[in-house]
T-cell receptor, first 114, second 110 residues
């Protein structure tokens, strides 16, 4: 299995631009988690889905952030408009049957907003 | 709600010395507990997990952790540190959803 796949690995954009991060789950997994990691705030859970349904989005910073699961194996995290304070590494992780089982993390997308 | 506290944001040991990374948890129900490792520019990888089968859990790369209910602890140990163990380590607790600690950066000196 290829593991969790994230794209792009690096993204540099200017303030105000729209950014879309992509994630492909491990085949057979039905839970998907988006995290943000910064030096200041550490690892933060943004949102998680179970069976394509958003379960907890309380970690989403504000309305500029949105996440979707158009199908069982794929998710996007969109930031519109982006701001410099959104600069971080964004990880997605997948698991089978919610969070009692281990989460498998992707390699992350390093986002820089100028 | 469950939470986890990692004592010490940075631990430094000499190569060959004992590694001890501390983790305390709070949970209203018997928890599942995890240790993850993050190498530079990579995602988190599972080291080991506790699911109530045995209190001493052995993981990859020679690491192990012991669940102590009376102390609400799940400390991570390795008898002899290797240079390749230098990384950031995260403790996590899950009883309904997973919560990660702030992480401990391990440095190994030659």
């Amino acid at each position: 299995d290829a593991g969790v796949i994230q794209s792009p690995r690096h993204e540099v954009t200017e303030m105000g631009q729209e950014v879309t991060l992509r994630c492909k789950l491990i085949s057979g997994h039905n839970s998907l988690f988006w995290y943000r990691q910064t030096m200041m705030r550490g690892l933060e859970l943004l949102i998680y889905f179970n069976n394509n349904v958003p379960i907890d989005d309380s970690g989403m910073p504000e309305d500029r952030f949105s996440a979707k699961m158009p199908n069982a194996s794929f998710s996007t995290l969109k930031i519109q408009p982006s701001e410099p304070r959104d600069s971080a590494v964004y990880f997605c992780a997948s698991s089978f049957q919610s969070s009692y089982n281990e989460q498998f993390f992707g390699p992350g997308t390093r986002l820089t907003v100028l | 709600a469950q939470s986890v506290t990692q004592l010490g944001s940075h631990v430094s040991v000499s190569e060959g010395a004992l590694v001890l990374l501390r983790c305390n948890y709070s949970s209203s129900v018997p928890p599942y507990l995890f240790w993850y490792v993050q190498y530079p520019n990579q995602g988190l990888q599972l080291l080991l997990k506790y699911t109530s089968a045995a209190t001493l859990v052995k993981g990859i790369n020679g690491f192990e952790a012991e669940f102590k209910k009376s102390e609400t602890s799940f400390h991570l140990t390795k008898p002899s540190a290797h240079m390749s163990d230098a990384a950031e380590y995260f403790c996590a607790v899950s009883d309904n959803d997973m919560r990660f600690g702030a992480g401990t950066r391990l440095t190994v000196k030659p």
